[in-house]
């Protein structure tokens, strides 16, 4: 264990005395931890047992390397906290250009942006030259077992004093300037919109997932390559954007498990599915030259996803990648023409939701990161969304005067509309008497709600309810529920921007 790659930390005698709460940091503000060794030593299973969950993939393969990427999650030890990385493996026979030998330098380069490191040695395996060379700058060894949790108090005991001091240096330097804007602190005032985003990266493989990943954060870290599977783990990270935590995912491969599909492989498709149910924005990654070749926006698999995705309740942003491969003297018709065909077929295929943004971009050469960002965070605001009851009602007053209603004598009445829920917007409208409102009213009321309140490209819910008499008279609490749920809108506005 070495604090690599900074220096001793030379603090006062009377600092050590201080009592930390790890708890109240900011995690972008917590050291790094990254986690080195050998290929199958058992990195994924100390990462696991960290952060107290099975994230990492962990399956017996002697002769594969289950991990190929940076896994990051938020370590739990003790009262320690510390943002832990799981590497993709040191390897010493690796040939240049290989899958073994891209993953071996990409964990150079995390390393070199950790603040402490832990190297792992198997103990049933012995010592290989490669962890005699390695290990020769760390302090004294300490036997742990993963598995079982054996050795973690004196793992803690180790990490304890480093991670303290850590921590000291990070409040001495940033003390001038959190004096300097707490002035600016004056609302406490919880907005979910501001609340940390979980956005999940979903798509066929090979169609630019890792690379789309890597350009939103800025540096490499998942593996990328033109070998199909490369990505196993479903990747979780964050990153900053313009003052707003954003949790990224980056699904392994496909969502649908195949007889096919076995071992670490089958592993990463259930995960996969976990962290889809687990995200609040689903970014679904399309192909641009397949899109021409295939003359078609989207494949079955991807229009399941799409609609799981609404069905679920979850923002959908849709991402056409790879238009570089679209561009030149040509190809500038079936460049526009993807433009224009793309909106307007997952507008088809995908009615129940009206908007859905479409973003085109090329992740290979970092274009339209900012674009994807800026529509990710749009639609999350919209999915957070909350209106209050008295400008629904003031609002629901015009809209049903300009809908047409078959039979006036038999037009539903609605007492009041409110939203009860945001993530996404909920609605109830409470109806007098016992006629209910049609499938029809449902979809206009929607389709109203989108367009008034700019909601497009979102799910959005509508339920009603039945209030009698006494009950608008506050004299009775029993009612009828009826719940439904708004679909099929016709609306045909879209959001579409291209790369920048």
């Known amino acids: 264990m070495d604090p690599h790659p900074h220096p001793e930390v030379h603090l006062n005698k009377h600092l050590h005395n201080v009592n930390f709460d790890f708890t109240q940091i900011q995690i972008s503000r917590l050291p790094t931890v990254i986690i080195l060794g050998r290929p199958n030593v ?55 250009g290989s899958i073994l030998h891209r993953t071996a330098s990409m964990t150079a380069n995390v390393l070199a942006n950790s603040h402490f490191a832990l190297f792992l040695t198997d103990a049933r395996a012995g010592l290989h030259p490669l962890d005699l060379e390695v290990g020769n700058g760390f302090g004294d060894p300490i036997a742990i077992s993963a598995e079982t949790g054996l050795g973690m108090h004196e793992l803690y005991l180790s990490l304890k004093p480093l991670l303290e001091d850590y921590m000291l240096r990070v409040f001495n330097d940033e003390d001038a300037q959190e004096n300097s804007c707490s002035e600016e602190d ?7 919109s501001k609340l940390p985003l979980q956005l999940a990266i979903v798509g066929r493989p090979n169609v630019g997932k890792s690379t789309l990943l890597n350009a ?13 599977g490369l990505t196993r783990d479903s990747i979780r990270t964050q990153f900053e954007f313009q003052g707003r935590t954003i949790y990224l995912v980056d699904t392994a491969g496909w969502l649908q498990r195949t007889k096919q599909e ?39 698999a991807e229009v399941v996803i799409a609609r799981r995705a609404v069905e679920e309740g979850r923002g959908l942003v849709v991402i056409v990648n790879k238009m570089d491969l679209l561009r030149g003297k040509h190809k500038s018709l079936s460049y526009e023409k993807v433009l224009e065909v793309v909106p307007q077929e997952i507008q088809t295929v995908i009615p129940q939701v009206t908007g859905i943004p479409v ?8 274009r339209g990161r900012t674009a994807v960002l800026h529509q990710v965070i749009d639609t999350y605001e919209k999915w957070c969304s909350r ?41 109830v409208a409470f109806v007098r008497g016992k006629t209910q409102l049609s499938d029809t009213d449902i979809r206009f009321l929607t389709k109203s709600l989108k367009e008034d309140f700019d909601l497009g490209g979102i799910p959005i819910r509508i339920m009603q309810r039945s209030v009698t008499k006494k009950d608008a008279n506050g004299s009775s609490k029993s009612g009828h529920s009826v719940g439904r749920v708004g679909e099929r809108t016709t609306s045909d506005k879209r959001s579409v921007v291209v790369e920048e």
């Open 42 to 96: 058992g990195k994924s299973a100390l990462f696991n047992r960290l952060i107290r969950r099975r994230e990492a993939l962990v399956y017996n393969t002697p002769h594969d390397h289950v991990t190929r990427d940076i896994r990051e999650g938020v370590a739990k030890l003790g009262h320690l906290r510390f943002r832990v990385l799981d590497s993709a493996g040191l390897e010493a026979e690796a040939t240049s």
């Open 186 to 192: 004056g609302s406490h005032e919880v907005d979910k």
């Open 216 to 228: 939103l954060l800025q540096e490499e870290r998942v593996l990328v390559g033109p070998e199909a």
């Open 262 to 300: 076995k071992g670490a492989a089958s592993l990463s498709i259930m995960q996969s599915r976990k962290s889809l149910l687990r995200a609040h924005i689903i970014a679904l990654v399309l192909d641009a030259e397949e899109i021409l070749n295939a003359k078609r926006s989207m494949k079955h």
């Open 359 to 366: 973003v085109f971009i090329s992740a290979l050469e970092g």
């Open 387 to 427: 209106l209050p009851t008295a400008r629904l009602n003031r609002w629901l007053q015009k809209v049903m005067s300009r809908h047409s209603w078959k039979d006036q004598a038999a037009q539903p009445k609605i007492k009041y509309f409110t939203q009860v829920k945001a993530r996404p917007p909920t609605f």
